[in-house]
């Protein structure tokens, strides 16, 4: 594994990636207004980068995309990978350990999530404060690497409570609604049946989706400081569920890229 990250680390280097001080993942629907904000763009397929997986969804653009907003570095993913996609935790999580070695600061994550919480509504924005792992595996499963951070790390604050208060404070001058709640990361890539959503949402979870929640934990081994917003792309009311499509998950992710493009990017320019 270490040997994976040093060459893909070095691999990126040599094709002018120099000290990147943010790292973002921009999840399902999201990427294309925060991208083109983006100035002096070097732009890297993941298939050309060594032992990155390919995203295998569509609607992932699949590009490492490095270049200066609101004068910070910035190394973004332009789509991400998943469990269900068929790759194994590691492989999930290696641009994060990637992204670390280059010299990141600090890791912004989105995503595309169903809301189960009533008192809010699809196209609004949740900052994750909290998660709960149902996923069947964990990327830190495994020996040990030392170098990398310790054999059980603490998640008491998985998501950085600096980022989070300041995400809040920006949210609040700009007038964005943006919700607090606790996110929980499913396999997938089926939606969820009725029982399914009164389950999830008994156990403490307000939004659910597929992915963040290994990238978070690899993050917190190395110590890297991170937040994560999530697009409520649908409400998953069980006594209401109608039948959804991808197509309108993405629609909604779209049209609430404007606000959260808004937060990230004035977040990334307060950063020190």
Not at 5 to 13: G, N, V
Not at 128 to 146: A, C, K, S, V
């Amino acid at each position: 594994m270490l040997d994976k990250i040093t060459e893909a680390s070095t691999f990126l280097r040599e094709k002018g990636i120099a000290n990147p001080e943010v790292g973002i993942i921009l999840g399902t629907g999201l990427g294309n207004l925060f991208v083109k904000q983006i100035e002096n763009a070097l732009e890297i397929d993941y298939h050309d980068i060594p032992y990155f997986p390919v995203s295998t969804v569509e609607f992932h653009k699949g590009k490492l995309i490095y270049g200066t907003m609101r004068g910070k570095k910035i190394l973004a993913m332009q789509g991400r990978f998943h469990y269900y996609e068929g790759y194994n935790m590691q492989q999930i999580t290696l641009p994060v350990r990637v992204m670390k070695m280059l010299g990141v600061k600090y890791l912004l994550v989105s995503n595309a999530a169903g809301n189960m919480n009533m008192k809010w509504k699809k196209g609004e924005l949740m900052l994750i404060d909290d998660h709960i792992n149902l996923q069947p595996d964990n990327p830190l499963r495994g020996q040990n690497i030392d170098e990398l951070g310790p054999r059980f790390p603490d998640m008491s604050q998985p998501y950085s409570k600096t980022l989070n208060n300041l995400l809040l404070k920006i949210a609040g001058e700009r007038k964005i609604k943006l919700n607090v709640g606790v996110y929980v990361a499913v396999m997938g890539p089926n939606l969820e049946t009725r029982a399914e959503y009164r389950f999830l949402h008994r156990i403490g979870a307000d939004a659910v989706g597929m992915s963040t929640v290994p990238e978070i934990l690899v993050a917190n081994h190395m110590g890297l400081p991170c937040c994560a917003i999530s697009v409520l792309t649908d409400d998953c009311d069980p006594d209401n569920l109608k039948p959804l499509n991808i197509a309108e998950i993405i629609e909604t992710a779209t049209k609430s890229e404007t606000k959260l493009t808004e937060l990230y990017a004035e977040l990334i320019a307060r950063l020190k």
